[in-house]
């Protein structure tokens, strides 16, 4: 076996990328966003945002910068996902990606959706995009969905405060699949903090009874992207 050598330049060097999901509820659906390649390779075909690291840049900057200057979105702090450097990936070349996950209101969504930087696409209908992008989306669902079943909307996809019903079709939409609402209030309960104002009917009228009104508790869970 040949002994290292400090000469960084003698070995390969491989392109990064860093790519970023996206994902938020709209119509009762789990989507991620993605956008239309406008030039080079691809160009034309829906995928997600992302872009090369450029010299002496950071992971993170490179991220933040993806964002504003692709979705028109600041302020978020997207974290790492995870490294996909299968080197067959990309036809161009060697190009590993470190990608970032992050899972915002629609509302945060809106100004980079309406200038047409991008598009939603339901998570069930995601199928044929370019370099593993399908790979990462569903390596992105299935921890979002994890994370969504061990507490109270981890993400922060609702307001602070939320009805009980409010949380469980939050909860539908990124599971796909419709909880019990017995089962659901009794796993979610010990979790949340339970306030004295009560929701107002649908409609104002004073008709149907007052849903109780939520808070996650300030000691609660708080994400954490688990390798596997």
């Not at 080079?40 to 075909?45: D, N, R, V």
């Not at 949380?167 to 004295?196: I, S």
Request: with cysteine; hydrophobic share 40%.
């Amino acid at each position: 076996m040949s002994p290292e050598r400090d000469d960084l330049l003698a070995y390969p060097r491989p392109s990064v990328a860093a790519d970023v999901v996206l994902l938020t509820v709209a119509d009762g659906e789990l989507n991620v966003v993605l956008r239309k390649r406008d030039q080079g390779s691809h160009a034309g075909e829906w995928m997600l945002p992302g872009t090369m690291l450029r010299e002496r840049e950071r992971l993170g900057d490179a991220v933040l910068r993806c964002l504003d200057t692709r979705m028109h979105i600041q302020g978020r702090s997207p974290r790492q996902l995870h490294v996909f450097d299968d080197p067959g990936r990309d036809e161009r070349g060697w190009v590993l990606t470190v990608t970032h996950l992050d899972v915002l209101p629609l509302s945060e969504l809106t100004l980079g959706l309406e200038h047409g930087h991008g598009q939603l696409r339901p998570v069930s209908e995601v199928h044929g995009l370019p370099f593993s992008h399908d790979e990462i989306i569903a390596w992105a669902v299935k921890m979002v969905r994890w994370e969504y079943g061990q507490a109270p909307d981890p993400w922060n996809l609702l307001d602070s405060q939320f009805t009980m019903t409010q949380l469980r079709q939050a909860h539908d939409a990124v599971a796909g699949t419709v909880h019990q609402k017995d089962t659901f209030r009794r796993t979610m309960e010990p979790l949340l903090e339970a306030l004295e104002e009560r929701a107002v009917p649908p409609g104002g009228n004073g008709l149907g009874r007052p849903a109780r009104i939520y808070r996650k508790r300030p000691d609660g869970y708080q994400p954490v992207l688990i390798m596997a």
